[in-house]
């Protein structure tokens, strides 16, 4: 116990006076140390200068209610007043916003922006969105470098393959060739969706090196997703619209026939009265009856269908549209020169902390340690 009361004191002396000491080496290294941050600045400046600019633009919108209740009190109401009943039981959507992420990122959704002509901001390029992210794509020049041998390679490949990718706008995502999947890729790293769980906000973020470039890819992914959700919200609802007239055009054309089949009768036997006559006058009219009453149920029908395929439809409301970015998302140039700098002085007093590490044990004063 004495032992320990009497080496304490002495520790924290030996220790406040090896940081004393340390600050006095350090500033006596000053010079040292601001030339690493001179470096580390220029070399900073190279970076983030080299560094292609990109540009970000963000629409929000918020979606049309779910609840078949609500959407289907008016036209309910309606329908009701024509003898039609709407069954307004239905379960949950089977795509749910959450899954809307999943949609923008699959091959099928992004294939259909390859055709999508783009202009840039200058209007010196007009092209399909691949040509643009498939050869206009600007890199930093050390990229350049590191991909040289990977491009000698494909170059040879591309010489001695047989593949003709001259349809690209075409492709199909059953079999996609190399470079339409390094397309893909890129746009699935340049588009990205989000939901907000709380308020079912969407909000479509497009990433492109071109400011104009980004906010018309931003506008077409999002018609494009409007029109996805749209169809497959009213598939079922068409499909059975068609059926129905399909064969609301067959019971009209029955009960048409035997009604001139009824009529022809009874035009070519007006004074004639006899058993056989009221037999056939009875069945033609029960016929013509039959067909009326198959016509007008399927003709009630087919104004639910069209209702339902109203009803099904979502109605998108646009919070924030898409505009054309004026200041580059990226890169942070003050960011990476404050990265840098901080690299350069924790460097630099890692060099002197390894230097002073080798020196001989009677010059190292400032780190030794009794």
């Not at 080496?7 to 690493?36: H, M, V």
Request: contains cysteine.
């Amino acid at each position: 116990m004495d032992m320990i009361q009497m080496n304490t004191p002495d520790a924290d002396n030996t220790q406040e006076i090896d940081l004393i000491e340390l600050a006095k080496r350090l500033w006596g290294e000053r010079k040292f140390i601001f030339k690493c941050c001179g470096v580390a600045i220029v070399v900073g400046l190279v970076i983030a200068f080299s560094i292609p600019k990109e540009y970000s633009t963000t629409v929000k919108l918020a979606p049309e209610t779910s609840d078949p209740s609500k959407k289907m009190g008016n036209l309910g109401g309606l329908a009701a007043m024509a003898g039609i009943n709407l069954n307004t039981s239905s379960g949950t959507d089977a795509i749910s916003p959450d899954l809307y992420p999943d949609v923008v990122q699959s091959i099928p959704f992004l294939l259909e922006l390859f055709p999508v002509e783009v202009i840039d901001e200058n209007g010196t390029l007009s092209t399909s969105l691949y040509e643009y992210m498939d050869e206009h794509q600007r890199s930093a020049w050390w990229s350049y470098i590191l991909q040289a041998p990977f491009k000698l390679v494909g170059v040879l490949k591309d010489i001695f393959s047989k593949e003709d990718e001259k349809s690209n706008n075409k492709a199909s995502y059953f079999r996609l060739t190399p470079r339409q999947l390094n397309v893909i890729n890129g746009l699935q790293e340049r588009i990205s969706i989000s939901i907000d769980k709380n308020t079912s906000i969407i909000t479509v973020s497009v990433q492109m090196q071109d400011p104009l470039i980004s906010a018309n890819i931003t506008q077409v992914v999002l018609n494009n997703l409007q029109s996805y959700i749209t169809s497959y919200r009213t598939q079922k609802a068409k499909q059975d619209l068609e059926f129905t007239e399909k064969v609301f055009s067959e019971a009209r054309e029955s009960y048409y026939k035997a009604q001139r089949a009824y009529a022809a009768f009874e035009d070519a036997n007006k004074n004639i009265i006899s058993a056989s006559y009221r037999t056939e006058q009875e069945r033609l009219k029960n016929e013509m009856t039959l067909t009326f009453n198959v016509y007008n149920t399927l003709a009630q029908k087919l104004e639910q269908d069209k209702l339902r395929v109203q009803e099904q439809t979502p109605v998108y409301t646009v919070i924030q549209p898409a505009t054309v970015p004026l200041k580059a998302a990226s890169p942070n140039k003050p960011l990476i020169l404050i990265g840098f700098v901080f690299l350069a002085i924790f460097g630099a007093i890692g060099y002197l902390f390894i230097k002073d590490l080798f020196k001989p044990k009677e010059e190292n004063e400032v780190f030794d340690i009794e």
